[in-house]
């Protein structure tokens, strides 16, 4: 069992940055892909970006790559998503997943935290 608790979302001006942190509880968390996915008022669902188990490999969606970093501190049970440059469509709130699957598709994820807004103004 993983619960997850996300921080670190907000209101910031284009171009601006926001890190997000997502805290885990339970002893698997070492062994679990940890994922960010963000949801828009209207729209479904987006996979943001996935980091692996203990090799940390990672994967970004196609419209935060290059300006978005995700890292994981397995001694701290802590996924961070860093965002640099944002833009107004990044506006969405913010989830943290765990699974056991390297995916994009939010199936493969069992574990979801509440969510945290972020919010982009122009």
């Known amino acids: 069992q993983v619960q997850l608790v996300e921080s670190g979302g907000g209101l910031v001006q284009a171009g601006g940055s926001l890190r997000l942190s997502c805290a885990a509880s339970?002893?698997?968390?070492?062994?679990?892909?940890m994922g960010w996915f963000r949801q828009a008022p209207g729209k479904e669902r987006e996979f943001v970006a996935r980091?692996?188990?203990?090799?940390?490999?990672?994967y970004y969606g196609d419209s935060v790559k290059g300006r978005f970093t995700i890292s994981r501190d397995n001694a701290k049970a802590t996924v961070y998503l860093q965002m640099n440059n944002l833009k107004p469509e990044d506006t969405a709130v913010y989830y943290c997943?765990?699974?056991?699957?390297?995916?994009?598709?939010?199936?493969?994820?069992?574990?979801w935290g509440q969510g945290t807004q972020v919010t982009v103004s122009s």
């Open positions: 997943a765990a699974g056991l699957a390297a995916s994009t598709g939010s199936q493969a994820y069992n574990y």
């Open positions: 980091i692996t188990r203990s090799a940390g490999i990672t």
């Open positions: 339970g002893r698997t968390f070492s062994s679990t892909v």
